[in-house]
């Protein structure tokens, strides 16, 4: 039996927690998200650097907006 793609909706893609700035995201949060953007858009071949440049702009740009939280 074959396996199904699972499919992942666009909307559903949010950003790993992490302790890290998020104006200045680590590479572990930039990877997760790309790999999740890429699976919402079908898995297309040769788009990893556009995946991972669009997780970096939306993760420094969440980041941004949000307030530091102080502990």
Do not use: F, H
């Not at 949060?29 to 079908?42: C, D, K, P, T």
């Not at 788009?47 to 440049?53: E, I, R, V």
């Amino acid at each position: 039996m074959a396996k199904q793609k699972k499919s992942v909706a666009p909307s559903a893609v949010t950003p790993p927690e992490s302790g890290s700035s998020g104006a200045n995201p680590d590479e572990a949060s930039i990877a997760v998200l790309a790999y999740q953007l890429w699976l919402a858009r079908g898995c297309p071949i040769g788009s990893d650097q556009d995946d991972w440049y669009l997780a970096e702009s939306i993760l420094k740009s969440r980041g941004e907006e949000e307030p530091p939280v102080s502990e």
